[in-house]
């Protein structure tokens, strides 16, 4: 969840059946904590620029409701992503 980006590329789905893929090389993040309830809660802002790779369908990228429809899907994955790996360090009993 650190500001940290090694080789990865993250990849979804387009408009025709076809994917796309983009490969993040900045990331920055910010982690808020709270208490709620005498729970602890914990937000999480992240920013990721990436490029453009792999290109499996036909998307008009010059079009910025395309980006923005693409900046939606990446940035619903990258959560589920991090949703995940909090739950797999939770169950495992890693120190968050």
């Given amino acids: 969840m650190m500001d940290h980006v090694t080789s990865a590329v993250v990849t979804v789905p387009c408009s ?3 994917k796309i893929s983009i490969e993040p090389i900045r990331a920055r993040s910010s982690i808020k904590a709270k208490t709620e309830n005498e729970k602890p809660k914990i937000a999480i802002e992240v ?4 490029n453009v790779g792999d290109v499996q369908c036909t998307i008009d990228l010059s079009k910025t409701e395309n980006i923005y429809s ?3 899907k990446i940035g619903e994955k990258i959560k589920g ?13 890693f120190p968050i």
């Fill in 16 to 18: 025709d059946n076809g």
């Fill in 81 to 93: 992503n991090m949703e995940a790996a909090v739950k797999k360090a939770q169950i495992n009993s």
């Fill in 47 to 50: 920013w990721v620029e990436g």
């Fill in 70 to 72: 693409l900046e939606k």
